[in-house]
């Protein structure tokens, strides 16, 4: 199946709200990385980029999702591609989730919330009442910093689909 297969299967399947679109420039960002230094997504121009956004740092999903990243990072790393994690979580919280879960990538704070919302990536409400959390959500971004796939699911306890993020990359 090619890659605009999936992404019509997402539209049409799974009726997805997105507001960024494949072929849409990715908006740009600068955040606050584990090592708390200043990460860019200019930094990775020329190289495929896999965004992933998730709610919360330590808690089951987002382990799946980032361990299931975490396990396939030399397929990425073998294509010229990068995995960035975003989350609204400090850079605190980040590094330990980082450090106790092996991840080889970047993990980045957008403890102001604006990039989650640039990307169409942020709960009004969460559970509990939280409010401005991250909603899981996988994007790749081609080396001119194009998207070529957009994923955003509406519920938390769902996994993007690893599989046609992967053929995105190819």
């Known amino acids: 199946m090619e890659t605009n297969q999936y992404i019509y299967y997402f539209f049409a399947e799974k009726k997805l709200n997105m507001s960024l679109q494949p072929g849409s420039p990715a908006p740009q960002f600068t955040l606050i990385s584990t090592e708390k230094k200043p990460v860019s997504l200019s930094d990775f121009k020329g190289k495929k980029v896999v965004v992933h956004f998730f709610p919360m740092a330590f808690t089951g999903v987002c382990t799946t999702q980032l361990c299931t990243m975490r396990d396939n990072f030399g ?3 073998g294509l010229n591609a990068t995995i960035l994690g975003i989350s609204v979580d400090s850079p605190f919280s980040l590094a330990k989730f980082k450090e106790e879960n092996n ?5 980045l704070s957008d403890f102001n919330k604006e990039v989650s919302a640039a990307y169409g990536a942020l ?4 559970v509990l009442g939280l409010k401005g959390v991250s909603k899981r959500a996988a994007f790749v971004i081609d080396e001119d910093q194009n998207i ?3 994923e955003v699911l509406e ?3 769902d996994l993007p689909d690893f599989a046609a993020i992967a053929e995105a990359v190819k």
Do not use: T
Not at 103 to 107: M, S, V
Not at 123 to 126: G, L, S
């Open 75 to 77: 397929y990425y790393d």
């Open 103 to 107: 991840y080889q990538f970047e993990l």
């Open 123 to 126: 709960y009004k409400e969460f």
């Open 148 to 150: 070529i796939y957009a």
């Open 155 to 157: 519920k938390a306890s």
